[in-house]
């Protein structure tokens, strides 16, 4: 079992940036590829960034790439969300997850564990 919490949301001007983290308990943390996605009220849930459990490969959205930055610190079992140039639309929860197999994956189904959430508001 891996728990995971989520904190760092809260409310942005457009423009801004904002840095999410999300702490795992549990498990062997190395052993996980971690996910952030986000949920938009009335929207499915949308994958944003993964990273394996090194931290060597990442993989991002097309809709967040160049703008959000996946990033992990195993020695303190965390996984941070970097974003940049916030905007209305980036307005939502965001989840972090956590998938035991050792592959990368876009589908929220493959991940096994998740945090609670954290909301993240752009607006003016």
């Given at each position: 079992?891996?728990?995971?919490?989520?904190?760092?949301?809260?409310?942005?001007?457009?423009?801004?940036?904002?840095?999410?983290?999300?702490?795992?308990?549990?498990?062997?943390?190395?052993?996980?590829?971690?996910?952030?996605?986000?949920?938009?009220?009335?929207?499915?849930?949308?994958?944003?960034?993964?990273?394996?459990?090194?931290?060597?490969?990442?993989?991002?959205?097309?809709?967040?790439?160049?703008?959000?930055?996946?990033?992990?610190?195993?020695?303190?079992?965390?996984?941070?969300?970097?974003?940049?140039?916030?905007?209305?639309?980036?307005?939502?929860?965001?989840?972090?997850?956590?998938?035991?197999y050792p592959?990368?994956?876009?589908?929220?189904?493959?991940?096994?564990?998740?945090?609670?959430?954290?909301?993240?508001?752009?607006?003016?």
């Amino acid at each position: 079992q891996v728990q995971l919490l989520e904190s760092g949301g809260g409310l942005m001007q457009p423009g801004g940036s904002l840095r999410l983290s999300c702490v795992a308990s549990g498990r062997t943390f190395t052993d996980y590829w971690m996910g952030w996605f986000r949920q938009a009220p009335g929207k499915e849930r949308d994958f944003l960034a993964t990273i394996s459990g090194s931290g060597g490969s990442t993989y991002y959205a097309d809709s967040v790439k160049g703008r959000f930055t996946i990033s992990r610190d195993n020695a303190k079992n965390t996984v941070y969300l970097q974003m940049l140039s916030l905007k209305p639309e980036d307005s939502a929860v965001y989840y972090c997850a956590a998938r035991r197999y050792p592959s990368h994956s876009a589908y929220s189904n493959d991940y096994h564990y998740w945090g609670q959430g954290t909301q993240v508001t752009v607006s003016s």
